[in-house]
């Protein structure tokens, strides 16, 4: 928060400037000569070297992107900013070198005990929270970092799997996925071939491209496979079929306009890369799963339906989506399979709006939610009010919500009071409407 309001107030900078700058700044950190030497800098003299110390780490960590210029490029916006380079009353030595003081004082530190954190991410999402509040100064859904770790315990990957995200955003999935891997994996070897060539990552807009790729360097991992383009391109996809992926996670963008791509053509797109036998798990407006499209039946066709669940409303506040999960099993078409799916409802997962703080799990009872859902999903349990198995086609809705039996057992006489008083009131408010309409 601190870092934002100085960003804005003191900076003047651009919503897409603040998390690039952030990145920018702690790859430069990770460079000895800078970290040492930044503070004898002038105001004037530090983007520069700022910029020059980017450009080596970058071509030092060797992306398979053809040139480093198209990942430094939206760095370069920030290095000619007028307000950075000028020395003031508060900051002789400039703006930019406390942006650089603040995250080598404050964040260097953290990053060098927890790994796992995506820290990038972390930023961009309390960017987010100031861009009037429903994020279209970004142009992005970020997913949370439950949700995250969540698909990575729905995925379950090993030090042996080869994970895929080709909308990877800030690359949360992937670090999410990273540390559920290493988990299996005994061996600094492992370790290694996991971070260098078991994460595969798509990203189309250069400045996200940017900032998923500074998170894949900051863990330590010089040969993060991310590649920039539309993950339709030929290129791309052939490139990313190439790694053999046995798992997909996305977080598609989400569809403004009919002329939009449908999320679920990401979706089998995603699907398509997989290895036979692999799992791909989405996160989709729940549109996708109640309505009728051509996408549904693409997909079973090719794939099976192994379950969804139905999210809580508010997962992503503050845009208003309500989403749900699917989760395939790739490249064995849903009539050969000839299985139920599974329907989870998980629209409670203990995350309470704190103003300020957004949603946070303000009373620690996500973690035994999250172990429950898991552990219900893994051996496709049935409870009532909880989950459901049904047999399903592309024409008929995915979600829990349409097959779960109710559990009238939980229901009591304070529950029927407020459906009753609900129902008297919606009553009278169409009486009213009904006599503004008649005068």
Known sequence: MEMHEFMRDEAEMSEQEKPLAVAGTLIALGNDVFRETYDKYPADELPAF?????????????????????????????????????????????????????????????????????????????????????????????????????????????????????????????????????????????????????????????????????????????????????????????????????????????????????????????????????????????????????EKRSIMEKHTLEAVMSMPPEVFYPVGVVTCIMVFRAGIPHKTSDKKSWFGYWREDGFVKVKNLGRIDRDGAWPAIRDRWIEAWRNREVHPGESVLAKVGPDDEWVAEAYMETDYSTLTQKDLEKVMLDHALFLLRGVQDGDEGGE
């Open 50 to 294: 700022w910029m020059q110390t980017i450009k080596r780490e970058i071509t030092k960590a060797k992306l398979p992107v053809e040139k480093v210029d198209n990942m430094t490029q939206p760095f370069t916006n920030i290095e000619v900013q007028p307000e950075l380079r000028k020395p003031t009353k508060g900051y002789p030595k400039g703006l930019l070198n406390e942006i650089v003081r603040l995250l080598a004082d404050r964040v260097l530190p953290f990053l060098t005990i927890y790994h796992d954190f995506d820290v990038v991410g972390q930023f961009y999402g309390e960017f987010l929270k100031y861009t009037g509040g429903d994020g279209k100064g970004l142009g992005i859904v970020l997913t949370p970092k439950h949700v995250t770790e969540l698909f990575a315990l729905i995925a379950n990957p090993t030090k042996d799997d080869v994970v895929v995200d080709t909308c990877a955003g800030t690359g949360g999935f992937l670090i999410s996925a990273m540390m559920q891997m290493a988990k299996t994996a005994t061996t600094k070897a492992e370790i290694d071939s996991i971070k260098k060539q078991r994460l595969v990552g798509v990203e189309q807009r250069a400045g996200m491209y940017a900032l998923a790729a500074s998170n894949m360097i900051l863990r330590g991992d010089g040969k993060a496979n991310l590649y920039q383009g539309s993950c339709f391109d030929a290129a791309i996809t052939k490139a990313v079929k190439a790694h053999k992926p046995t798992i997909g996670l996305i977080n598609p963008p989400y569809a403004k306009s009919k002329e939009d791509l449908s999320e679920l053509r990401f979706v089998e797109h995603m699907l398509d890369t997989l290895q036979k036998g692999g799992l791909g798990v989405a996160i989709v407006p729940v549109s996708c799963a109640t309505a009728q499209s051509p």
